[in-house]
């Protein structure tokens, strides 16, 4: 059964950080690349990050860009997303997605507000 599993949401202030994780199972992580999207209330789902299987090669939306790092760890079958300096305008669902098999995790809420 493939499970992929996000935590770390919540609120945060303008300017904080967060990390984000996202733990799979059922999946060949070690061959898959992994991504992180997300939703705005209203909003049709974006792109946020893409890392590679090999953890290597990461790639980024501009809405993020400098301010955002995904990374994983292949032994502990996990993906993350280190976000700095967030701004209102992150405020989103952020999924974790499998993008080998097409597989999504339920999303974990972000609120970036005072």
């Known amino acids: 059964q493939v499970q992929l599993v996000e935590s770390g949401g919540g609120l945060v202030q303008p300017g904080g950080s967060m990390r984000l994780s996202c733990a799979a199972s059922g999946i060949i992580f070690s061959l898959s690349a992994m991504g992180w999207y997300r939703q705005a209330p209203g909003k049709q789902r974006e792109w946020v990050a893409t890392i590679q299987p090999s953890g290597t090669t990461t790639s980024y939306a501009n809405s993020v860009k400098g301010r955002f790092t995904i990374s994983r760890d292949n032994a502990k079958n996990t993906v993350s997303l280190q976000m700095n300096s967030l701004k209102p305008e992150d405020t989103a669902v952020y999924y974790c997605?499998?993008?080998?098999?097409?597989?999504w995790g339920q999303g974990t809420q972000v609120t970036v507000s005072e």
């Open positions: 997605r499998d993008l080998r098999r097409d597989n």
